[in-house]
């Protein structure tokens, strides 16, 4: 081998490319993130299998719960579809919370994301744009639900700001959930085994839960779980706002609540928090080590 | 760029481990601006590895990396900046258009917004692919999608291109097309580094070969260089079975040195393939042994391997392998297949 002298070709053949200020490094995270949000919509639009996935499947367990199981649930004071609504918020983005490993382990499978990291790009809006896409989808989604809900008889009593609050109050606790999938999705790397991790983590989740039965209907033991997981605390939170004061008061009387609106959303925030300041550096970390 | 003598790419005693692997064990090169470097070797060589440590993707253990002067560990975002990464694993989005696949790259490139639509379609163009631009990628053939994905990787113009195993998995056609496209960008000035298997993608495109085997460097040189090395012709005489070969190595031998047993068959590197396969088989009808077959052929990969190596590259072979096999830069599954 041969030693030539330490010439620097073309260290200035792109300018450009030399190393940013903080600020502009900033700025372009979010361009590279919003490019990155818009592709993975663009899927949405190209393959109809995730449509059906998202929209399909939290229609059918409103009518399932509406018209099919609905007619034996009885909560004290409250029509079973205004109990129900809240809890449908969370299960679907729960559910969905799953695309976000999905979504991160095929672009891994796929290689696309080895021409992303050789691309001067900034990296790690390569997991932003795929928490912020699965953010845009959810906000969709919660958006069409409202409009299935009021046609099934839901006929919430908060007021547009409560309800407005209680939305945003889930889709925070989606984009939470969704880095605890990118995690999921880095670790793994395969759509089938995303799937099959985090559906198991999901599922006890979603139902044991008060997402469609009060907790306090519930056997002793499973109640220590229900009543503190983060999915009864948000559904819960979420379900005081929509349907109001009067409403929450009730469902606290007769023990469906254990603590008031406000309580509840405290505790959903300090789980969206707690959540996000556990997952992202871990989701981060992951994404740069492998 | 200046006509400076600083190499474009330089692999200076890199090593890389992934678990119980020594995917690289000591890489040293260097690649002249301007100049196509092929890297060959088998499946699991180690070539991919050495693309994927000087294109930022992850870190060697140990070792000098440097593209045009920049230490990959120290400037990966300006090294990023001038290189262009394609070929069987850097992938393109199945879902999107060709147009749209190119214009995300430009705004990834940071392109201003009116560059990234007219790049895409000057791309689109050159490739012919526009009449394919807005369909998506997974109704496009093998070839066109080689042909996006080289094209992919030229976006923001750089100066220094990767390009793994090109042409792996292509009909001869496709394989000829991509040739023709990849001699007009270095006729541009285009630097290239170049990992394949086939022993004639690196005589069609490289200027220099290396022959990387178990993380290493084993030989370079021109190729004529490495031709001379194997002879000009390959003698392969076959015969009925194992034994028979083995019993025939020495009177092959007497009048093709360096004939070696492969199989059923034996081979010998020859300057004069024509003559020699007389000579070859005048000497074996007076040892009285009956020959199944003659072959007289360019020298492949496999050939340089026997002779560098003393074993066949296709022990650990696989070309059918699916187009973006294991990528996956996890952990566990980088450890097995560090450089596919």
């Known amino acids: ?290 | 760029m200046s006509g400076s003598t600083a190499p474009a790419i330089e692999l200076a005693g890199v090593t890389k481990r992934f678990g119980d692997v020594q995917a690289l064990a000591g890489v040293d090169l260097q690649v002249e601006p301007g100049t196509v470097y092929g890297l060959l070797g088998p499946n699991g060589a180690g070539k991919t590895t050495a693309v994927r440590v000087l294109t930022t993707i992850i870190r060697p253990d140990a070792g000098r990396a440097e593209v045009l002067g920049l230490d990959v560990t120290t400037h990966p975002e300006r090294v990023r900046a001038s290189i262009g990464l394609a070929g069987q694993y850097a992938a393109v989005d199945e879902q999107l258009t060709g147009r749209e696949n190119l214009r995300l790259v430009g705004q990834l490139c940071h392109q201003p917004r009116a560059e990234v639509v007219r790049r895409a379609d000057e791309l689109l163009e050159r490739f012919s692919l526009t009449d394919a631009g807005d369909r998506p990628l997974k109704t496009f053939s093998g070839g066109m999608r080689r042909r996006l994905d080289l094209a992919a990787s030229l976006v923001h113009r750089p100066p220094v291109l990767f390009l793994v195993e090109p042409t792996t998995g292509l009909d001869p056609r496709s394989r000829q097309d991509l040739w023709d496209l990849i001699r007009e960008l270095v006729a541009d000035g285009t630097t290239l580094l170049l990992t394949t298997q086939y022993l004639e993608e690196a005589d069609q495109l490289a200027d220099r070969i290396a022959v990387i085997d178990h993380g290493a460097v084993i030989a370079d040189g021109t190729a004529a260089e490495l031709k001379a090395q194997m002879g000009a012709t390959v003698l392969e005489v076959a015969f009925a079975d194992v034994a028979t070969a083995h019993s025939a190595l020495e009177t092959v031998a007497g009048v093709a040195p360096g004939a070696e047993v492969d199989g059923i068959a034996v081979r010998a590197p020859v300057d004069d393939g024509a003559r020699r396969a007389m000579d070859v088989l005048r000497a074996l009808d007076g040892a009285g042994i009956d020959v199944a077959g003659l072959t007289i052929r360019e020298p492949s990969l496999d050939d340089v391997f026997l002779k560098l190596t003393g074993r066949r590259a296709e022990e650990d072979l696989d070309p059918d392998a699916p187009a973006v096999a294991d990528p996956r830069p996890t952990a566990d599954v980088a450890a097995q297949g560090g450089s596919r």
Request: proline share 5%; aromatic share 10%; glycine share 8%.
């Open chain 1, 1 to 290: 081998m041969t030693t030539t002298a330490t010439g620097h070709v073309a260290a200035e053949a792109r300018p450009e490319a030399a190393e940013v200020a903080d600020g502009s490094k900033l700025a372009w995270a979010a361009r590279d993130t919003a490019a990155l949000v818009k592709r993975n919509l663009l899927h949405y639009t190209r393959v109809p299998q995730l449509l059906v996935f998202t929209f399909v499947q939290p229609i059918m367990f409103v009518l399932l719960f509406r018209y099919v199981f609905g007619g034996t649930i009885q909560i004290p004071n409250v029509a079973y579809v205004d109990y129900l609504m809240p809890g449908i918020f969370g299960q679907i983005v729960v559910f969905g919370a799953t695309s976000t490993a999905i979504g991160l382990a095929e672009d891994m499978g796929s290689g696309i994301i080895e021409r992303f990291r050789s691309l001067p790009m900034v990296r790690l809006s390569v997991l932003a744009g795929r928490t912020g896409a699965d953010f845009v989808r959810n906000t969709g989604v919660v958006v069409v639900m409202l409009i299935v809900g009021v046609a099934v008889g839901f006929r919430p009593k908060g007021g547009a700001i409560a309800i407005a609050a209680a939305c945003l109050l889930v889709l925070a606790f989606a984009f939470a959930l969704s880095w605890i999938m990118a995690l999921v999705g880095l670790k793994v790397a395969n759509a089938e085994a995303a799937q099959a991790v985090a559906f198991p983590m999901l599922f006890p989740l979603t139902f044991a839960s008060a997402a469609f039965v009060p907790v306090n209907s519930m056997p002793g033991w499973l109640q220590v779980f229900a009543a503190h997981q983060p999915v009864t605390v948000v559904v819960n939170a979420a379900r005081g706002l929509m349907l109001g004061p009067e409403v929450a008061a009730d469902l606290e009387r007769y023990g469906v609540f254990n603590t008031s609106t406000t309580g509840y959303v405290l505790q959903s925030v300090a789980w969206i928090v707690a959540i996000l300041a556990v997952f992202v550096p871990l989701a981060v970390r992951q994404f740069n080590r492998s």
